[in-house]
């Protein structure tokens, strides 16, 4: 059986090879805090900022702040998602999907959500650059369908929509344009 000491791997005492093993692991583990920080901080969801929207984004967000004001809700947090630009319409200039499913209203839980979803309202820029909106309504959740050009978005509603009662969800789908419209349920 051979044994390899690191004594006589670095022609040193074996104090000073345990003290250069000790020193190394220290370094070692600094480093893995230092680089476990940084990844906890790299994996921070950015903070929202309203003052980065158009004015017509801003006054939806101002809507959910005064509807939490007066349900005596105290402070909203809008979720870093709260707002989702991309281009809905095909046309290359931006839309909004404005989701409320993860804002809070401190004092006041049920302001934004229900039984038959959040608040979420869909807007799109106009040629002349104004934004509309073209939904609004309570979602549960909703699907961005894979395709080229104006986008379809699944909306999954409340099951009365389908003439149901309020579960099972009711799936419906819409093209994305510039034209507003809205969700029936059957009479």
């Known amino acids: 059986m051979i044994m390899c000491r690191p004594a006589a791997v670095a022609g040193r005492s074996m104090l000073e090879a345990i003290a250069v093993q000790r020193l190394l692991f220290a370094i070692v583990a600094a ?7 940084v990844a906890q901080e790299a994996a921070k969801p950015p903070v929202f900022n309203p003052a980065l929207y158009p004015p017509e984004i801003q006054a939806a967000l101002q809507f959910a702040r005064d509807a939490c004001k007066d349900a005596e809700g105290g ?38 959500c229900g039984t038959g979803g959040c608040d979420f309202e869909i807007f799109v820029t106009l040629p002349n650059g104004k934004l509309r909106s073209v939904y609004g309504g309570r979602v549960r959740q909703y699907d961005l369908l894979p395709g080229r050009g104006a986008r379809r978005i699944r909306f999954w509603l409340h099951g009365s929509y389908c003439g149901r009662s309020g579960s099972p969800s009711c799936p419906k789908t819409r093209r994305i344009t510039s034209r507003p419209f809205e969700f029936k349920e059957p009479q």
């Open 31 to 37: 480093l893995a805090l230092v680089c476990s920080a």
């Open 75 to 112: 402070e909203v947090t809008f979720a870093p998602g709260t707002v989702r630009k991309l281009d809905l319409t095909g046309d290359r200039r931006p839309d909004y999907i404005v989701n409320f499913h993860e804002t809070e209203c401190e004092r006041a839980k049920a302001v934004y």
